[in-house]
Structure formats: structure tokens, C-alpha cells
Antibody, heavy 122, light 107 residues
Framework: EVQLVESGGGLVQPGRSLRLSCAAS????????MHWVRQAPGKGLEWVSG????????GYADSVKGRFTISRDNAKNSLYLQMNSLRAEDTALYYC???????????????WGQGTLVTVSS | EIVLTQSPATLSLSPGERATLSCRAS??????LAWYQQKPGQAPRLLIY???NRATGIPARFSGSGSGTDFTLTISSLEPEDFAVYYC?????????FGQGTKVEIK
């Protein structure tokens, strides 16, 4: 059974940093691209970032480019999101999502975690 | 950046009725369009990929159509568990842009 478990969320002040983690199990992690998607309270889904199976291809939404860094450790079956210079508008539930393909373009997200909540407030 | 516009924002229907949801892209995404269902307090679930292919375990009452810039998700006969928010997503490039969602509510 595929499982994606996010962690690392919490309350953080504007301008500070936070690192999210996603522990994957139930599938061959390094066979697939992975993504982060967020959802602000009461709002829709926003793709944040994605990374190919070997970290050779990486993409970011304009809203986080230069502030967030995605990475993965295939030996640990883990996905990460380093979030720096956080803003109030980054407040959201952050989902880890598994791509259905290795390279991460042109393919849907077939499994999602339950999310970890990030609140940016003073 | 490709923008996806979903309509209507809210669809009020009764169980057993047919639901037709629209998703329009600001430029062609070929057939790289997916649909997701999200219920309150739950993560999104993949329904349809590549515009018209049902994901594993998705009932046949869900169908997708379209290509280029205009796409449709149809639920042929609404079941009580189908009342939820539906999102389209383009995957023609790395930025997996989502539409703003259509809420299907009980009339």
C-alpha cells in the first residue's frame, strides 16, 4: 500500500524558515517523480514544486521560486521542502504527491499524503 | 503560464442527476489534463488522467473528454458520495497548474 506521510509543519514567524519532510513507502521511491502541492485554508490547490526521480529536473511555482528548495533522498525514501523567507501567504496545508511517471512532466499525481499544516504568523 | 478556468464555480444537483463540469485552458495542453476529487478534510483523489482515462478503481459513471483547451468531466448519475469539489490540472509542462475548482453540492 502506498503511503506518504508529511511532517515538519507548524507555526513560524514571517521571514523564518521551515523544512518539510515526506516519508514514502509501499512503492519503489526512486522510480517516480514527486511533488509538493499546497492548499490555503478554504482555497484551492496550488502546485508548489516538483522533482524528477534522479533530481535531474526540478520546477517551482513563481510564487516560491528563489525561496523554496525541493530535494529528495532516494536512499531514505524521503522528499523534502526547504522553505525560507516565509510569508503570511505561504500559510497552507502542504501535500506531498507521487507522480505516476519517472520524469514528472505530462503525468498526473496518483497518490497524495494527508498534508502538514504550515502557519506563518507573528 | 497556463491558466485553467473551471465552470461553474458551484453546481447544485440532486442524486441521480447528471453533472457536467468544464475546464478551459488559456493555451493548448494537448490531452495532458487530469481531474481530481476532494472531499472535506481529505486529500485529493485522482479520477481521470490524459483527459479521458479513468484512474484505477474509479467508477464508470465518471468520464472525461476534450483536448487542446476545452475539457469536460461528466458524472452520469450522481451518487451521494460524489458531492465534493473537483479540480482540473494541466500537466503539459512541469508546472502542474490547477483550476480553481467546482463544488458539486446537493440541491
Amino acid at each position: 500500500e502506498v503511503q506518504l506521510v508529511e511532517s515538519g509543519g507548524g507555526l513560524v514567524q514571517p521571514g523564518r524558515s521551515l523544512r518539510l519532510s515526506c516519508a514514502a513507502s509501499g512503492f519503489t521511491f526512486d522510480d517516480y517523480a514527486m511533488h509538493w502541492v499546497r492548499q490555503a485554508p478554504g482555497k484551492g490547490l496550488e502546485w508548489v514544486s516538483g522533482i524528477s526521480w534522479n533530481s535531474g529536473s526540478i520546477g517551482y511555482a513563481d510564487s516560491v521560486k528563489g525561496r523554496f528548495t525541493i530535494s529528495r533522498d532516494n536512499a531514505k525514501n524521503s522528499l523534502y521542502l526547504q522553505m525560507n523567507s516565509l510569508r503570511a501567504e505561504d500559510t497552507a496545508l502542504y501535500y506531498c504527491a507521487k507522480d505516476s511517471a519517472v520524469n514528472g512532466d505530462r503525468s498526473p499525481f496518483d497518490y497524495w499524503g494527508q498534508g502538514t499544516l504550515v502557519t506563518v504568523s507573528s | 503560464e497556463i491558466v485553467l478556468t473551471q465552470s461553474p464555480a458551484t453546481l447544485s444537483l440532486s442524486p441521480g442527476e447528471r453533472a457536467t463540469l468544464s475546464c478551459r485552458a488559456s493555451q493548448s495542453v494537448s490531452s495532458y489534463l487530469a481531474w481530481y476529487q476532494q472531499k472535506p478534510g481529505q486529500a485529493p483523489r485522482l479520477l481521470i488522467y490524459d483527459a479521458s482515462n479513468r484512474a484505477t478503481g474509479i467508477p464508470a459513471r465518471f468520464s472525461g473528454s476534450g483536448s487542446g483547451t476545452d475539457f469536460t468531466l461528466t458524472i452520469s448519475s450522481l451518487e451521494p458520495e460524489d458531492f465534493a469539489v473537483y479540480y482540473c490540472q494541466q500537466r503539459s509542462n512541469w508546472r502542474g497548474t490547477f483550476g480553481q475548482g467546482t463544488k458539486v453540492e446537493i440541491k
